[in-house]
């Protein structure tokens, strides 16, 4: 099966900077990487997601890379906010398993006001 | 569009009491998601669904949990008897699969305490 592994697992940033989470995964077969943002006492919400035909996807603050060749796909977030505060979580999908996900361990980011 | 919406948000049992977990997926999706968080594991699928049928379960952790989905509108995961290990906060998820992978839109869980 896929493997992802998500770095860092914490991250503090000023108010105002940038935060860069990455993710590497296994199976070069996996075409789908969607980015979840979970609140204290709430589910995994889709921040965004990109698929392997497109290289970066950009949505206000928040893009998404993905090296297909190095296997490995990053969030950006620039300007960032305290309300950017939470954990993120980035999970790769492959074809034909029935939208089976699998998911990083996870980064804790901190924005300090 | 109300969302995945997950019943109870919080329960507390005894060790030995049956657990059952609710959940309404959002209307028209068509697979459906039991995952477990914990600080040790993260994130870990237990089951999912696809037109209401169970496609894989081996996430299961044993014979103690059970997981149906009687319609596309309603599904449980049941726990019996529980364990002190088995606290953690359990989410449903569901997503509409047409082809390409679509994105999975998470409840807000169920956090489960088992003393």
């Known amino acids: 099966g896929e493997n992802v592994e998500q770095h860092p697992s914490t991250l503090s940033v000023q108010e105002g900077d940038s935060a860069v989470i990455k993710c590497t995964y296994s199976d070069s077969a996996s075409n789908y990487f969607p980015w979840y943002k979970q609140e204290l006492g709430k589910g995994p919400q889709l921040i965004i997601d990109?698929?392997?035909?497109?290289g970066e996807k950009k949505d206000q603050r928040i893009a998404v890379t993905l090296n297909k060749t190095a296997k490995h796909f990053s969030l950006h977030i620039t300007e960032t906010q305290p309300e950017d505060s939470a954990v993120y979580f980035c999970?790769?999908?492959?074809?034909?398993?029935?939208?089976?996900?699998?998911f990083g361990t996870g980064t804790s980011l901190t924005v300090i006001p | 569009d109300a969302g995945v919406i997950q019943s109870p948000r919080h329960e507390v049992t005894e060790m030995g009491q049956e657990v059952t977990l609710r959940c309404k997926p959002i209307s028209g999706h068509n697979s459906l998601f039991w995952y477990r968080q914990t600080m040790m594991r993260g994130l870990e699928l237990l089951i999912y669904?696809?037109?209401?049928?169970?496609?894989?379960d081996s996430g299961m952790p044993e014979d103690r949990f059970s997981a149906k989905m009687p319609n596309a509108s309603f599904s449980t995961l049941k726990i019996q008897p529980s364990e002190p290990r088995d606290s953690a906060v359990y989410f449903c998820?569901?997503?509409?699969?047409?082809?390409?992978?679509?994105?999975?839109?998470f409840g807000n869980g169920t956090r489960l305490t088992v003393t």
């Open positions: 669904f696809n037109n209401n049928v169970p496609i894989d």
């Open positions: 990109i698929r392997s035909n497109v």
């Open positions: 999970a790769a999908s492959l074809p034909n398993t029935g939208n089976q996900f699998y």
């Open positions: 998820a569901s997503s509409r699969v047409r082809g390409p992978s679509s994105p999975l839109h």
